[in-house]
């Protein structure tokens, strides 16, 4: 964890410093060695939250993105369950991080817990997702003059394991390299957990206008008016298409053979 409580202040690790757990309030102890960055850890190493994994430069680089105050923030349901999210906004907003692998009953259980949340997902930890996504990223097709695509094949994009989320999930598929990458070019893609029509929707959003989105409301990504968008485009696809057909069908021969002519030059330019 980034935060221990020393002397009931939020600190964080640095040599020597004895703290202890916000959330089950036992000692830890700051790790400041060389090999891993900088962090608290129970002393008995059981740690008292079974849903944090190892706190990677990755996460505390996109964690960072925060003000302290709103990482690391513990969270109780009514049953007196205790996590600590990541990240929680102002709004009331979870961002979790998330670096390794995630059965789908415990992901389905944070969501459970969390209720309104985001993922983001390291999609730099194994070489074959970035490479799936950069072949799979071919088949997508865009809604016209929007920045929102669709597929019917979202496998082929994303690891299974994120498909049936129910929260959006943020793909990182550049990660940080240093640290200190310029953050503007710097993309995350969302596949939204709503489906049209059988068809997966992506959204991709600049990291810096996610942080943005984050601080300013409850939600990153529209889902709803993204769903009208993508629904009103698909209905208007199909009576143009149906348009195009009956007037094929009664076209002269004449037009018919202008049409094959029109087609052939428009495929030539494609
Ligand atoms: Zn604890």
Redesign the pocket.
């Given at each position: 964890?980034r935060f221990a409580l020393v002397n009931d202040v939020r600190c964080e690790a640095a040599p020597r410093l004895i703290g202890?757990?916000?959330?089950?309030?036992?000692a830890?102890i700051a790790k400041c060695g060389n090999q891993r960055i900088r962090h608290w850890a129970?002393r008995s190493r059981v740690?008292?939250?079974t849903w944090k994994e190892r706190e990677t430069l990755w996460h505390r680089t996109l964690k960072d993105q925060f003000p302290a105050e709103w990482q690391e923030v513990q969270m109780r349901d009514d049953s007196g369950q205790r996590h600590?999210a990541d990240v929680r906004t102002a709004h009331g907003l979870v961002v979790e991080f998330q670096h390794s692998h995630l059965g789908a009953n415990e992901r389905a259980a944070r969501e459970a817990f969390y209720n309104n949340m985001v993922w983001v997902v390291d999609g730099t930890r194994l070489k074959r997702d970035r490479g799936r996504f950069q072949q799979g990223g071919k088949l997508l097709r865009r809604v016209p003059a929007t920045n929102l695509f669709f597929t019917h094949t979202p496998e082929a994009c994303f690891p299974v394991a994120w498909l049936s989320s129910t929260k959006p999930v943020f793909f990182d598929f550049e990660g940080v390299r240093d640290g200190s990458q310029t953050a503007d070019r710097h993309v995350l893609w969302c596949l939204l957990p709503e489906r049209v029509e059988g068809l997966a929707i992506l959204a991709p959003i600049p990291r810096q206008r996610f942080v943005t989105a984050a601080s300013e409301r409850a939600w990153i990504i529209p889902g709803k008016a993204v769903i009208e968008l993508l629904t009103t485009f698909l209905r208007r696809e199909r009576a143009v298409a149906e348009l195009n057909a009956r007037a094929w069908a009664y076209a002269s021969p004449n037009e018919r053979n202008f049409r094959r002519a029109r087609w052939r030059r428009r495929a030539r330019m494609r």
């Open positions: 964890m202890s757990c916000p959330s089950c309030l036992q830890m129970h740690s008292c939250d600590i």
